[in-house]
């Protein structure tokens, strides 16, 4: 670690200008009033399918992912790749419900899933609940994709001593703040085009040379301990590993695009159609991240945990060091500096994404609703630029001054929490049955219990779950939000028939949820319509 | 004129396409062996990775024949 890999280094370093620029010039992309939260905070609505492809793709497949499925795969074995079967679920999900999302936010000019379930429940008790769940599930999210910046920057070989080491850290951030503050949702989209292509080429230059060098399939599962090939059979009385696998992959797809970046990237799309195809295009990514998760088994394979070199590293870092270790050892310098510039770049999209979604909520479902009632198109679009430098600048003091694992494990409970707003934004696409009192008691209830699942199983994802004997340890998230539902589907008639509730108007429609009958065509042969485009009604 | 609308997003028997995906990768007793593996790959792995892809064009399917139907319900908007 005390030699620093100069070619990679500026290569790294040449390619972080270049998106800075990109960042900035991004601002004269497209074209729109900066002033204005919906064109600062979601590119005025106006990324057609491609675009969406790569920011979402930018947005989903984060740089922690890339570095901790494979460090995943390369400690506990199998069970790592449930990251597969999760990112093949989330499609039929965005396929049905986000098309009509995207419909009623674009009807009613709604910014955040809190501002849907705002005007269509009525109630800004809710609402916050749905907001303050978004912001604190991703705060740690920002910090856990510094944290795979870090380990790149680390790979590099640059260590300094105490607060000096984490300079390249300082700086990658200010610029990631700066672009974000001066073009808004625009830098993450078009950097993600430059990380996507960077990453593509990263991964399958890795699972083509590196399999090739090792001597193919066989010999590197052949390496790989019997024990982490498959996942272990489930003993008598319990559904074991297999439980664990499948409710992991599950409630990670449930929960995926309630994150409010998530949300934020498919509101983007300038048609429910973009998204809808974008449905079928994105399991791109998911085949990349399969076949990086098999990085870890390249990783076991090689021993790159034994070599001297590396092993400063794997102390700093523990297993979030296999990648990069695995990259250095078996590519030319020039295309580490490509791999790792891929990597850093892909924590940067994310993170912006993530402090623009967070600077959105705050705006429109804190401030707006509890402080400012009646604020300028510009004074909105400010507070939001403000809110998302604070936020990164939370994330990034965190990631400085606390311990990686509380990251993690804050991480985990995030999952968790924001899991819990999935009936009111998820069924609230689809019914307004639900007491808006009784989603509130709901959401309690699963953060309540999830939480203490969480703890009482040591901050491990999975919760030992015990009915008559039978055991089936599963996601914690996943059981609890099912705990969730069931609380609001008993209390709804409960509370309607003690008249508890808001009482207030759905202001969505049913005809709302659908493309308006003449937009249909339009949209389809001219997706990037201007905004704010509204159908003949 | 208004019927258009409901029939939009009602129920597609193509929807069943979507539960084929998964019930296939969600139930691990179907695919948590070694053999038959695929140029040293396990099963367990390129079953997965193919069930990406097969997501993928049943995503498709689906995507078109829905997609039809809007087109078969207001001809002549293209036009």
């Given at each position: ?18 998106i ?39 947005d ?64 800004r ?40 080491g ?45 399999p ?23 003993g008598?009385?319990t ?36 998204i ?90 804190i ?43 804050l ?26 009192w ?25 919760y ?32 309607n ?28 042969t ?12 | 004129?208004?019927?258009n ?11 069943l396409?979507?539960?084929?995906q ?24 390129w ?31 293209n036009?």
């Amino acid at each position: 670690m005390h030699d620093v890999n100069w070619t990679a280094l500026i290569i790294f370093v040449a390619l972080f200008a270049f998106i800075t620029w990109l960042g900035f010039a991004a601002a004269h992309w497209r074209k729109g009033d900066l002033d204005q939260l919906h064109e600062w905070g979601l590119g005025g609505r106006r990324f057609g399918t491609v675009i969406t492809w790569f920011l979402v793709g930018g947005d989903l497949y984060t740089a922690y992912t890339f570095i901790a499925v494979p460090a995943l795969a390369f400690g506990a074995g199998a069970i790592a790749f449930f990251a597969v079967p999760y990112t093949i679920v989330i499609y039929p999900i965005l396929f049905l419900v986000f098309p009509r999302l995207w419909y009623v936010c674009h009807k009613h000019q709604y910014i955040t899933p809190a501002d849907f379930v705002r005007g269509r429940f009525g109630n800004r008790w809710l609402a916050l609940a749905v907001t303050v769940t978004g912001i604190v599930a991703t705060m740690p999210y920002i910090a856990l994709q510094l944290v795979g910046l870090q380990v790149v920057i680390g790979g590099l070989g640059i260590a300094g001593n105490g607060y000096l080491g984490d300079l390249p850290l300082v700086i990658a951030f200010v610029i990631l703040a700066a672009f974000t503050y001066s073009s808004g949702l625009r830098a993450p989209a078009s950097i993600a085009i430059v990380k996507d292509i960077l990453i593509y080429i990263t991964a399958f230059a890795a699972v083509i040379v590196i399999p090739i060098e090792l001597g193919g399939f066989a010999k590197i599962f052949a390496a790989v301990p019997e024990q982490k090939v498959l996942l272990a059979s489930p003993g008598p009385n319990t559904t074991g590993a297999y439980g664990s696998y499948a409710t992991l992959a599950l409630g990670s797809a449930l929960a995926l695009f309630l994150y409010p970046h998530s949300m934020t990237g498919i509101l983007s799309a300038s048609s429910g159609h973009a998204i809808r195809r974008n449905a079928a295009m994105l399991p791109g990514y998911s085949l990349m991240l399969g076949l990086l998760a098999l990085l870890g088994f390249f990783a076991i394979a090689a021993s790159v945990a034994g070599l001297p070199e590396y092993a400063a590293g794997f102390k700093q870092f523990g297993n979030n060091f296999a990648v990069p270790a695995l990259l250095l050892h078996f590519f030319p310098s020039w295309f580490v500096g490509i791999a790792f510039a891929a990597i850093g770049i892909g924590a940067l999209v994310p993170a912006a994404i993530m402090s623009i979604a967070s600077a959105n909520l705050y705006t429109r479902n804190i401030h707006r609703e509890f402080i400012n009632r009646n604020p300028t198109d510009r004074q909105e679009a400010q507070m939001a630029k403000w809110v998302s430098l604070i936020v990164k600048f939370g994330a990034l003091v965190f990631t400085i001054f606390l311990p990686t694992q509380y990251a993690i494990w804050l991480q985990l409970l995030g999952g968790i929490w924001i899991i819990q707003t999935l009936p009111a934004v998820m069924l609230g696409a689809y019914t307004r049955w639900f007491n808006d009192w009784a989603l509130v008691a709901g959401w309690a209830a699963g953060i309540v219990v999830g939480t203490v699942m969480a703890v009482a199983a040591n901050f491990a994802p999975t919760y030992p779950v015990t009915i008559a004997g039978f055991g089936f340890p599963g996601y914690t998230a996943l059981y609890t939000v099912i705990l969730n539902v069931l609380v609001a589907v008993v209390l709804t008639p409960a509370l309607n028939a003690l008249s508890v509730g808001s009482g207030a108007a759905d202001e969505t429609a049913p005809a709302d949820y659908e493309p308006p009958i003449r937009a249909v065509a339009h949209q389809v042969t001219q997706p990037a319509a201007p905004y704010p485009q509204r159908a003949a009604e | 004129m208004n019927g258009n609308r409901a029939r939009r997003t009602g129920w597609s028997w193509w929807y069943l396409l979507f539960m084929i995906q998964f019930v296939a990768v969600l139930w691990p007793p179907f695919y948590n062996r070694v053999e038959p593996s695929l140029g040293g790959m396990p099963f367990f792995y390129w079953y997965q990775l193919l069930w990406v892809i097969i997501g993928a064009i049943f995503t498709a399917i689906v995507y078109f024949a829905t997609d039809k139907r809007t087109e078969a319900v207001g001809p002549g908007l293209n036009s």
